[in-house]
Each structure stands twice: as structure tokens, then as C-alpha cells.
């Protein structure tokens, strides 16, 4: 078990859909620059990227602080300043979007899981998560 700090933020009023053949090129640059945002702000924290996802509800990430190896006896004020760094720089981007951003400090479960063939590093935060995306 880890102490650890978990960042959920759901964005909206970002257009990632083409209208034409024209328009895909746009939509690539801008999927390729918010990504790269994310990732600035995530890592410039020292933290990981779990889950980054677009669909038709927004944007979704899920991102923690304080996972192997990058511990720190401040992880929680570096996930609030992550978080406030990750709105800035979604808005420079998207100036429309609109963004939900919890933070969720606990103990959870951090470790592979898996068969031989196909293994996966997850952090176990259900509770976490159910505490940052409430309303």
C-alpha cells in the first residue's frame, strides 16, 4: 500500500471532430497539443499520466503523484499545483473549455498485475477516485 495522490479532471468545450477532410488536420494538431499540455504539467510535477481519454463527454485524466520512483513528503501540494498548472495550460490551448478538477490524497493499492504474457503497473483507487469526482 502507498500513500499516494490522485488528479481526476474532466474537461469540456474542447471540438476534437472534423466536419470535413479539411478540418482533420486541425484536429490533429490540437489532440497532439493538449496532449503535450498534459504531459508538461503532469511530469514538470513528477507525476504519471494513468488514463487520458476523448470521447463525446470530453476530455478525461486520470493522473497520480507520489508512485514509485518518484516519491515526495509533498505529494499533495504538488498534485494541487499540478492541477492548477493542467487548467492553465488545457485553457492556452482551448480558451472555450471548461474544466472539473478533483484531488484525492490516500492510501491504495500500487503494483503489477497481470498474467505472463500480458502485464500491467495499476494503482487500485477506487475510493480515491470516488472522492474527486464528487460533485
Not at 466536419?19 to 482533420?24: A, I, K, L, P, Q
Not at 504519471?48 to 476523448?54: D, E, G, R, T, Y
Request: proline share 3%.
Amino acid at each position: 500500500m502507498l500513500n499516494i495522490s490522485v488528479i481526476f479532471m474532466s474537461v469540456t468545450g474542447i471540438d476534437l471532430a472534423a466536419v470535413d477532410e479539411d478540418d482533420v488536420d486541425r484536429v490533429k494538431k490540437l489532440g497532439q497539443l493538449l496532449m503535450l499540455r498534459v504531459q508538461e504539467s503532469v511530469y514538470a510535477w513528477e507525476g504519471s499520466i494513468n488514463k487520458l481519454s476523448f470521447d463525446d463527454k470530453g476530455l478525461l485524466l486520470v493522473a497520480g503523484l507520489g508512485l514509485p520512483p518518484f516519491f515526495h513528503g509533498d505529494d499533495p501540494m504538488r498534485a494541487v499545483s499540478c492541477a492548477i498548472d493542467l487548467l492553465s495550460n488545457i485553457v492556452r490551448v482551448a480558451p472555450d473549455a471548461k474544466a472539473k478538477i478533483g484531488v484525492s490524497t490516500g492510501r491504495t493499492f500500487c503494483g503489477v498485475v497481470g498474467s505472463k504474457t500480458r502485464r500491467e503497473y495499476v494503482k487500485i483507487t477506487f475510493f480515491l477516485l470516488q472522492t474527486c469526482t464528487r460533485k
